[in-house]
Each structure stands twice: as C-alpha cells, then as structure tokens.
T-cell receptor
Framework: RKEVEQDPGPFNVPEGATVAFNCTYS??????FFWYRQDCRKEPKLLMS???SGNEDGRFTAQLNRASQYISLLIRDSKLSDSATYLC????????FGAGTRLTVKP | DTGVSQNPRHKITKRGQNVTFRCDPI?????LYWYRQTLGQGPEFLTY????????KSRLLSDRFSAERPKGSFSTLEIQRTEQGDSAMYLC????????????????FGAGSRLTVL
C-alpha cells in the first residue's frame, strides 16, 4: 500500500460546480496534513493545512478523519482558476506527497 | 530573501556523466528537502536535512544519489553515472521548525532543476 493515496482523477467540472477530493494515508502516527496545489510546470504551493476539527478557507474546506486515516478537500463554486493538480501531503518525520489529482474547470 | 533558489534550472547530460544540483533555501529555514518528480506523479521524497544533519537518506533512489548540506545553509544533490531513468524534475523545499505553529512544517519549494539524460 502506498503511503499516501489519492483519487486518480482527472476531474473535469463546469464552473460553479462543487468537487471533492479524497486522500488516505497508511501511517496512523502521521502528525500533520496539508493540501498543496501545483499548476502545470510550476512548483507545488501550499493551499491549506488540515486541522483535526476541519477547517475552511473561503470556498475550500478540508477535513481529517484520523480513525479512518482519511483527508478530504472540498471546493465549492469552482472557478476556471482552480484548474490545477491538488496534492495531499502527510508529515511523518518527513513530508510525503500523494500522486495528485488533476482538476480542470471548464466554462 | 526571494525564496528557495535552485540551480541550474535545466541540465542536459549524456548517460554516464555526473550531475550536481544546488539549492539555496530561505535563510531562516532549518529544514531542507529534496524531491524528484516525473510527469503525472507527485513529488517523490528523497532526503531531508535539519540544519547540517541528514536525518533521512534511505529513500535516495540508489547509491548513485547523494546529498550534502555542509554548513546548514545551501545543499547539493549529486547523481553519479546518470541513467536515462534519472530524467526528471528535482525539487528542493525548505521549512522552519521555529515558525509559529500555523507556519511550522509548511514547505516552500524552489522552481526545480529539470534533468534530461540522453
């Protein structure tokens, strides 16, 4: 089993849609969780940290379920500019990335 | 400080040659990470340093790969006897354990060094 697994995608959605990405991790002792965004041919950049109680940043909502070792990201009211690859990141002693889920938002 | 700097941005080499990549992290960051990324995949962890100490190197892809951070500032990643399968983007990232909790462990990436092995 991979350390961090994500929905393979790709997701193709119309503007205004709500889309959800899932991620599971193998190490129950993992300490911190993040979502990063990577645009084509660019480096990954932090989108948001994921807190145990769940957290929201504008149209983005992240949730963590430690018992199921599951992380999610919800994007509401998708914009064209949300098109990117979304990477799930888990911190053990180091930082491990999932393979990423590609999102394309179409007009 | 303008962020994480990586050099060279692009490297084309012939199979069997050695290559070295340099990473200059954000100056106040004490952790430095190396990743490899191939098309359609997420960054694959290689190694990381806390100050000058290399805390994890078992994920380096083979004994042809080595990394150093001699003074706890910049780091180098060397690949000896390159193979075509080494062609990839090599990403460096840094973070600070001393940041406020909300910023701790947040990785800032450089733009990467793209390696092509012919």
């Amino acid at each position: 089993r991979k350390e961090v697994e994500q929905d393979p995608g790709p997701f193709n959605v119309p503007e205004g849609a709500t889309v959800a990405f899932n991620c599971t991790y193998s190490n129950s002792a993992s300490q911190s969780f993040f979502w990063y965004r990577q645009d084509c041919r660019k480096e990954p950049k932090l989108l948001m940290s994921v807190y145990s109680s769940g957290n929201e940043d504008g149209r983005f909502t992240a949730q963590l379920n430690r018992a199921s070792q599951y992380i999610s990201l919800l994007i509401r009211d998708s914009k064209l500019s949300d098109s990117a690859t979304y990477l799930c990141v888990v911190r053990d002693n180091d930082m491990r990335f999932g393979a990423g889920t590609r999102l394309t938002v179409k007009p | 400080d303008t962020g994480v700097s990586q050099n060279p941005r692009h490297k084309i080499t012939k199979r069997g040659q050695n290559v070295t990549f340099r990473c200059d992290p954000i100056s106040e960051h004490n952790r430095l990470y190396w990743y490899r990324q191939t098309l359609g995949q997420g960054p694959e962890f290689l190694t990381y340093f806390q100050n000058e100490a290399q805390l994890e190197k078992s994920r380096l892809l083979s004994d042809r790969f080595s990394a150093e951070r001699p003074k706890g500032s910049f780091s180098t990643l060397e690949i000896q006897r390159t193979e075509q399968g080494d062609s990839a983007m090599y990403l460096c990232a840094s973070s600070s354990l001393r940041a406020p909790y909300s910023g701790a462990n947040v990785l800032t990436f450089g733009a990467g060094s793209r390696l092509t092995v012919l």
